[in-house]
């Protein structure tokens, strides 16, 4: 079983920048996981924030809503995802998730098998 783990949310101002990161507890090496970023904001359903690929292509894809201030990487050395958030909004106050899928790649929520338990984003003036 793999054990996810989401760190380095907190408060922001509008405009300002989070990292946030994902590792696995125990001998997992998520270099062979597809590693998505989902978010759960208040009174709203779970959606895709951004996911990159297993392997050594990782090819990374965003919603929309990001695209273009958030950037997900990986660092296999480190065994870590990160979620780099520049230039936050307040809708993006949510709580983020982190989840993986091994050797293969993930559209959808449900196409995970692992999922951490979050991390708070408050962006907020």
């Known amino acids: 079983q793999v054990s996810l783990v989401e760190s380095g949310g907190g408060l922001v101002q509008p405009g300002g920048s989070l990292r946030l990161s994902c590792t696995a507890s125990g001998r997992t090496f998520l270099g062979t996981y597809t590693i998505g970023w989902f978010r759960r904001a208040p009174g709203k359903e779970r959606e895709f924030v951004a996911r990159?690929?297993?392997?050594?292509?990782?090819?990374?894809y965003y919603a929309d809503s990001v695209k273009g201030r958030f950037t997900i990487s990986r660092d296999n050395a480190k065994n870590t995802v990160y979620l780099q958030m520049n230039s936050l909004k307040p809708e993006d106050t949510a709580v983020y998730y982190c989840a993986a899928r091994q050797y293969s790649d993930a559209y959808y929520d449900r196409d995970y098998d692992y999922w951490g338990q979050g991390t708070q984003v408050t962006v907020s003036s």
């Open positions: 990159i690929n297993w392997g050594g292509f990782g090819s990374t």
